[in-house]
């Protein structure tokens, strides 16, 4: 059984950058894809990025990409998301997921672990 924290959300002004992390515990952190998601108020979770257990093939949503860059740090057992360039559309509930399968998926069924979130509000 994995345990997933996040950390690092903020309140931030537009164009800023920001570092989340997810440190895991209770398993073998390489043998997971790790992913990061999304969340506002009456929507869906939404795939942001994702990152292979070696930490090769990242993949992204369309709105971020560029902006965005996940990273993993296999000895550390913990995934970054480095957010760059934030805009209040950013704004929400962060989640980091964790799948031990080797697809990144997109779609929060195949993630069987998540963290408890971390909130990044971006000001206008």
């Known amino acids: 059984q994995v345990q997933l924290v996040e950390s690092g959300g903020s309140l931030v002004q537009a164009g800023s950058s920001l570092r989340l992390s997810c440190t895991a515990s209770?398993?073998?952190?390489?043998?997971?894809?790790m992913a990061w998601f999304r969340q506002t108020p009456g929507k869906g979770r939404e795939f942001v990025a994702g990152i292979m257990q070696g930490g090769d093939f990242p993949a992204y949503e369309d709105s971020v990409k560029g902006r965005f860059t996940i990273s993993r740090d296999n000895a550390e057992n913990t995934a970054y998301l480095h957010m760059n360039d934030l805009t209040p559309e950013d704004s929400a509930v962060y989640y980091c997921?964790?799948?031990?399968?080797?697809?990144?998926?997109?779609?929060?069924?195949?993630?069987?672990?998540w963290g408890q979130g971390t909130q990044v509000t971006v000001s206008s």
């Open positions: 997921a964790a799948n031990p399968a080797t697809v990144i998926w997109h779609t929060t069924p195949h993630y069987p672990y």
């Open positions: 209770g398993g073998t952190f390489s043998d997971y894809v």
